[in-house]
């Protein structure tokens, strides 16, 4: 196994704030489990236009008041500056030193854009350097299987660069189940001069309804064997669970003999299936 994918790697789990009461006590149960692993730090999401910032917000608090640490993400379309500089203070003053910078996508109605708001990214990782100079580590999205939204790969990694050359430390991928298109954006980034590490995005497969869905909606690939097997399962969930628990660890394996600087887990905020993976793949943090 390449050395990357062990003493420096990262390996973090992804959260999102929860809506209900209820879903806060699971989310305090879930993090309890996934913390004893230790990963290098939790994430967790932010809706774009403001849409989860209060739950975001208390979500923060709580991991910070059990000393995780943590990259509150930070979603910019629309948002006036003043606001993501009074948000980004926050982080500050609860000893955040790292974000996850995004553009996020505006529901319909939502939000306005006009001089005082941010529309790309890159626009987000400027201001955040410009305002805060190196305070935080900044962390943003890549595309492995091109951005819904971009006219082509190579727009798309012109923009990828943008947010690079703006400042951001390292990226974290849209997750993906084929190795493949990971390795080859990972070559044209080095050709583009791009040099930051790019950890892969890992969604576990249990739910093959909401996997189809979420997919759609991000644009990523569920390759046709893979699909036309999960669907074959019906509501077996536990041979769906089976075999993606396979899938997923063969993609990781690949991942990180192929010299992936981490993984980033999108935990749903379940624990299970990514404590199955992180064991079966041996994970830790050989300096902590
Ligand atoms: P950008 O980098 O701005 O790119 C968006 C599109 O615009 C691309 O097609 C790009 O090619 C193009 N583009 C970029 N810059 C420019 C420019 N300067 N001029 C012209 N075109 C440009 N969404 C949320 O709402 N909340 C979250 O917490 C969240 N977390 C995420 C975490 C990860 C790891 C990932 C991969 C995605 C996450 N998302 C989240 C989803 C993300 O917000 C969407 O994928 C969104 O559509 C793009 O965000 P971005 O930061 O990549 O945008």
């Known amino acids: ?32 489990q996934l913390n004893a692993v230790r990963p ?3 994430s967790c999401t932010y809706g774009a236009g403001g849409s989860t910032r209060e739950r975001t917000f208390e979500t923060v608090a709580w991991l910070r008041q ?9 979603a910019c379309i629309g948002s006036d500056k003043d606001e993501v500089r009074n948000i980004a203070r926050h982080y500050l003053e609860q000893g955040i030193s790292r974000v ?3 553009r996020g996508d505006l529901p319909s109605g939502m939000g306005r854009l006009d001089s005082n708001t941010f529309r790309h990214a890159n626009e987000l990782v400027s201001f955040l350097r410009q305002e805060f100079g190196d305070q935080f580590h900044i962390e943003v999205a890549a595309y ?11 727009i798309d990694l012109v923009n990828f660069k943008r947010k690079v050359d703006a400042g ?11 190795a493949d298109a990971y390795f080859r954006f990972v070559d044209d980034c080095a050709d583009a001069g791009i040099d930051l590490p790019i950890v892969p995005g890992i969604m576990p497969i249990t739910n093959y309804t909401q996997l189809a869905r979420f997919s759609d909606a991000c644009g990523a690939e569920i390759p046709r064997w893979i699909r036309k097997r999960l669907e074959g399962f019906g509501e077996d969930k536990d041979s769906i669970r089976a075999f993606g628990h396979e899938v997923v660890i063969a993609l990781c ?15 749903m905020n379940q624990p299970g299936p990514t404590l199955r993976l992180w064991e079966e793949l041996a994970l830790s943090h050989a300096d902590q």
């Open 168 to 178: 951001a430390n390292a990226a974290i991928t849209q997750y993906f189940y084929n």
């Open 253 to 267: 394996q690949d991942l990180l003999e192929g010299g992936a600087p981490g993984l980033h887990f999108y935990t």
């Open 1 to 32: 196994m390449n050395t990357q994918g062990t003493d420096l790697a990262t390996f973090s789990f992804e959260l999102f704030p929860p809506k209900t009461t209820e879903g806060m006590d699971k989310l305090k149960l879930a993090v309890e």
């Open 66 to 74: 059990q000393a995780i640490d943590t990259a509150p993400h930070l």
């Open 100 to 102: 996850v910078a995004l």
């Open 144 to 154: 492995p299987e091109i951005h819904p939204q971009a006219a082509s790969a190579k």
């Open 40 to 42: 290098r730090y939790f």
